[in-house]
């Protein structure tokens, strides 16, 4: 799919693109999902060469920030389906190329759609193809923020439910914490990669001798120190996770301590009553009980006695 986005005047419109020539007026060409003829025809509108889906995944970082004459190619890591179960991490192209900006990709991230919304409507100064470019990076860290603050308030709420006393934790499934923790780690190390892919891009925009608004490159040097402190957080955020992680395994091993110390405790508790039984049960002629009155409750006496003296001796010393 392809969208041409134009300011004839005021706001950004979307518009159709012919085949012949692209407008002036466009200042940004959104390829989603393009088709073979929809990359060649922004190919020769605007004698760039599109990378292609395999091209977009290098990991080199010259195979994600260079120039082509006198387009600038620039490729980051941006986070798709970050609500869902199964969140993505995947390559998205920048082309400055000529008067507009392009972008390739291949999934659709709110950031997206939420600043295609915001530039058409009215009262946007979105004059240059570096104004498009910083107001979409923008929305991209604005959403990164939201994600960070989303995890940090996550990690909060469990955190003060591991640490509960008594019965506050006893409805706690630890599987499912450790599944959350799983997931929060996940979501974490992406924000990460992508951070460090978009601040890349934003050094590789802003150095000496890049051509750019001084409005727009002061906005792309703010972005970059957002991006800064958002590394920062997530840093914090993974060694936050990492104990969080630590402290459940910590208190799955405390509960499963205890059950242990249960049957640890009941085995010692009825092991003198078996030992009694045991004696009073062998098939000697001679035993001096069998003869006695008194011989049967002497022996269930001996054997409750021998049961209820281990655990006073646990519970003063403070074992149970």
């Known amino acids: 799919m392809l969208n041409a986005y134009a300011r004839p005047s005021g706001a950004i419109e979307l518009i159709p693109i012919d085949a012949a ?16 003829e929809e990359e060649d025809l922004v190919e020769r509108l ?13 990991i080199e970082l010259s195979s994600r920030l260079y120039h082509e004459g006198a387009a600038a190619f620039m490729t980051a890591m941006i ?9 993505l991490l995947l390559p998205v192209t920048f082309i400055l190329a000529g008067n507009c900006l392009v972008t390739v990709r291949y999934s659709d991230p709110l950031p997206f759609r939420m600043f295609s919304a ?22 991209i860290v ?23 006393k008594g019965r506050a934790r006893g409805d706690l499934n630890f599987e499912e914490v450790l599944r959350d923790i799983g997931k929060a780690q996940g979501r974490t190390s992406h924000v990460r990669e992508s951070l460090v892919s978009i601040g890349r891009l934003l050094s590789f925009v802003t150095r000496p001798g890049e051509k750019a608004e001084k409005a727009a490159t002061r906005t792309l040097k703010m972005l970059s120190r957002d991006v800064l402190s958002l590394g920062d957080h997530a840093s914090y955020l993974t060694n ?13 091993n405390i509960e499963q301590t205890s059950i242990i110390k249960i049957f640890s405790v009941a085995a010692v508790v009825f092991l003198p009553p078996t030992l009694i039984a045991s004696i009073y049960g062998m098939n000697f ?18 054997m409750v006695l021998s049961a209820i003296l281990p655990y006073v001796y646990f519970k003063r010393r403070g074992w149970l």
């Open 21 to 36: 020539t692209v407008p002036d007026t466009v200042l940004w060409i959104d390829m989603l999902e393009p088709s073979p």
């Open 240 to 252: 936050n996770i990492n104990f969080m992680l630590d402290a459940s395994l910590g208190m799955i």
């Open 142 to 164: 604005d959403r990164i923020a939201d994600i960070l603050e989303t995890v940090q308030h996550e990690m909060d709420t469990l955190s003060s439910r591991i640490f509960a």
């Open 46 to 58: 605007l004698g760039i060469d599109v990378p292609t889906r395999e091209e977009m995944g290098e």
């Open 79 to 87: 986070l798709s389906r970050v609500d869902s179960d199964a969140p």
């Open 118 to 139: 915001q530039a058409q409507r009215p009262g946007t100064t979105y004059l240059t193809r570096e104004d498009v470019l910083a107001g979409l990076l923008d929305s």
């Open 285 to 302: 002629e001679h035993m001096p009980e069998l003869a006695w009155l008194a011989g049967y409750p002497w022996s269930l006496g001996l």
